[in-house]
């Protein structure tokens, strides 16, 4: 980048002074809301940050969110723009510009197709702006789509069911950053380690539709599931998530060791609907668990809910499988997407039911 600015990913260094930016710009309820991106929604890749060489001030910032596609039994990756802010400092250097071509070769690299961008609280000149640098205007809720990889774009969905993905896309952007549950709330409680089996029980049936199947899900069947008698050499450890007095999502993590190295196993995850906020505490929370533990890599599936499976790529896993919604996320910098860690589709284990994680 030429005129002594750099880019790079984000750091918990910057937060402060991207916080005072986007309040500046946008108001104050926007840093409650980037908080949401920065801890939650976005992977550290897709919040680039561009600063003055000389003195290491931000001079601004892009930030980005992905959201798969589920096509029948495919699954395909976008973008979703959320935000870009340049410094009044500045302003007119061409930074935002190079900000997003930056921003597009990253989401390339992860294969995503098309970017979102909606425009509606900005002016016309910036819509001109982001059309010369590529973006389509579709006719649509005042939105903009970068077609990264147009061919392949345009044969994943073809024009008419693009539009239609793009109006659902952006409204579920708006629904995770505005919905009141997602505000950060102070009665969630993290539990690591502890057995409640009775509320493990409750929030698997709220999680499922009522059916047969569910109905079994008891008490005694987890400590069935999970005893010593049945896996006398395997560790489980729970983490849970309560609201108040009652369980609303959890998760239980096997660290496992085999010739591919060792890995951490989510053997189940389920949350209760509307719980977004719960749910990425708990995945975050069982990552470092694996960390921890000395783990390579996290595995498991993610085939129940759509809102789960986004929830879990936006906390850094990889799509491996769309039949299977086979997913991972690499822990260790010695791992990557391309890694043969990553060619098996089945576990080691059969402890799940193919329904969730």
């Not at 929604?41 to 919040?47: A, D, I, L």
């Not at 199947?213 to 008891?218: C, L, V």
């Not at 690499?330 to 043969?340: K, N």
Request: proline fraction near 4%.
């Amino acid at each position: 980048m030429e005129g002594g600015f750099r880019i790079e990913p984000l750091k918990e260094e910057d937060f402060n002074e991207i916080a005072e930016l986007l309040n500046q710009t946008f108001g104050a309820s926007r840093t409650r809301t980037y908080n949401l991106w920065k801890y939650e929604q976005t992977p550290p890749n897709q919040v680039l940050v561009v600063k003055d060489t000389s003195t290491s001030k931000v001079a601004g910032f892009v930030a980005q969110i992905t959201l798969p596609i589920i096509l029948g039994e495919e699954v395909y990756v976008a973008v979703q723009s959320v935000d870009g802010v340049v410094h009044p400092q500045f302003r007119g250097q061409g930074i935002f510009y190079d900000l997003c071509n930056e921003s597009y070769r990253t989401s390339r690299e992860n294969g995503a197709a098309l970017v979102i961008a909606w425009t509606e609280r900005y002016g016309g000149a910036w819509r001109v702006n982001i059309k010369k640098h590529g973006f389509l205007d579709i006719g649509l809720m005042k939105v903009l789509v970068y077609p990264i990889k147009p061919f392949r774009a345009v044969r994943w969905l073809g024009w008419g069911r693009l539009k239609s993905f793009v109006v659902g896309a952006v409204l579920w952007c708006r629904k995770i950053l505005k919905h009141p549950r997602n505000i950060a709330r102070l009665d969630l409680i993290l539990e690591k380690g502890k057995w409640d089996y009775d509320g493990f029980s409750s929030c698997w049936k709220e999680s499922l539709i009522p059916n047969a199947a569910a109905i079994n899900k008891s008490s005694e069947f987890y400590k069935r599931r999970f005893s010593k008698s049945l896996w006398p050499t395997q560790e489980f450890y729970p983490i849970s998530v309560r609201e108040k007095d009652k369980i609303v999502c959890f998760a239980i993590c096997i660290t496992y060791t085999s010739k591919e190295g060792t890995s951490g196993i989510i053997a189940d995850l389920h949350c209760i609907d509307g719980n977004d906020e719960a749910l990425r505490l708990l995945i975050k929370e069982c990552i470092e668990h694996f960390k921890a533990e000395g783990a390579d890599y996290v595995r498991g599936w993610a085939k129940k809910s759509d809102w789960i499976l986004k929830i879990l790529v936006n906390s850094g896993f990889i799509i491996r499988d769309g039949r299977e919604c086979l997913i991972m996320s690499p822990l260790s910098d010695d791992v990557t997407s391309d890694s043969p860690i990553f060619d098996f589709r089945l576990w080691d284990l059969d402890l799940c039911d193919s329904d969730h994680v």
